[in-house]
């Protein structure tokens, strides 16, 4: 086992690749659990109108 | 009795000290109920295998090649923990994601502490023992090829049961009191079925399109979930949460035993990645609740978020969760903060299973 400081440093675009990559895709599933909520709730809604009538 | 006299000289000091460590596990697992469904296993396979000319070796080796080696029991399992899985707080809240995405920082820093000691591969295999989930582990551990997963395994599990200890100290080093005792008024919000069942489905093709190498661990997680909230395969739902949880955790510790064998197991690498693993779930930990902080910043009073519930983005589900809520009840009795803990916590489900795809993407050769 050799002990190498500056892999530290080179290693660090990982982080930033990383954090920015698992933010991107949570992001993305945010956004299209949003829309998917405002769909289906839609839906929903009109469900009950028609078992109202 | 020369036999008996030969195994008996055949004894080394690595062999009892790997019985001491399997006694140890075992005494965790029973005495202290430190995920004993696991280190219970993972324990007694440590005796096993360091008995002089073990016999128990070569079944051991056939089962880590049919379950381990191709990946197939974390696979497997992670069909089980997604039948578990109840992700309605997280559809109701869905912003509650982000907080699991800041949770994963201890994996990536992590891998550049480890990077300073190990090869990239066996430094970003450690580095996710950050994502605090057993599979994904085994299965970033696995395809990197590192010749450290009995190390890894057993402090990615340790940690698992010691959140409770890891945890408070270093949510209490970065909160205020006041700010421990923020009430976010749970409202409630009703997910529609379609939602509850859209969900795996679109997570699993989002992960697939954006992180490729997730998609395994992703799809089986949410194909346990589709089953457990299609409403039509109950018993499947119930046989995949605890007959089929129950029989792959069975053979994966024992077999997981079988890289814990004296000569690799007792080096210094063992203890440096047990230390490197600490520091992946205090750094998860103070990501979380940093990121919730910073929220904090930008958000009316009334609005603000209690920063304790970023902690629970770590995974480890849904212990973290139940850790940050006693936190919040012992702070102020009346208040409940459960649901957006619990929320988050599935979040952190989910992105720990992302961050290991996009470890994999990255240096999967």
Known sequence: MEFNPMNFVDNLRYMGLGMLGIFAVMAVIIIVTVILDRLTSGRRGSRTDTDDE | MEILYENLLGITWQMVVMWAIGGILIYLAIAKDMEPTLLLPIGFGAILVNLP???????????????IANELFPLILFIGIGAMCDFSPLLSNPKLMLFGAAAQFGIFFTLCMASMFFDINDAASIAIIGAADGPTSIVVAQKLGSKYLGAIMVAAYSYMSLVPIIQPPVIKLLTTKKERMIRMPYVEHEVSKTTKIMFPIVITVIAGLIAPDSVALVGFLMFGNLIRECGVLGSLS?????????????????????RMQAAEFLTTNTLLIIGLGLIAFIVDTAGGVIFAKIMNLFLRDGHKINPMIGAAGISAFPMSGRVVHKMALKEDPSN??????????????????????????????
Do not use: K, R
């Open chain 2, 336 to 365: 409940f903060i459960l649901m957006q803990a619990m929320g988050v916590n599935a979040s952190g489900q989910i992105a720990s299973v992302i961050a290991g795809g996009l470890i994999l993407g990255f240096f999967l050769g």
């Open chain 2, 53 to 67: 000319m073990s016999g128990a070796l070569e079944p051991l080796q056939t089962l880590f090649d049919a379950g």
């Open chain 2, 238 to 258: 119930n046989t995949a949460q605890n007959v089929l949880a129950n029989l792959v955790t069975l053979f994966l510790g024992i077999t997981i035993a079988l």
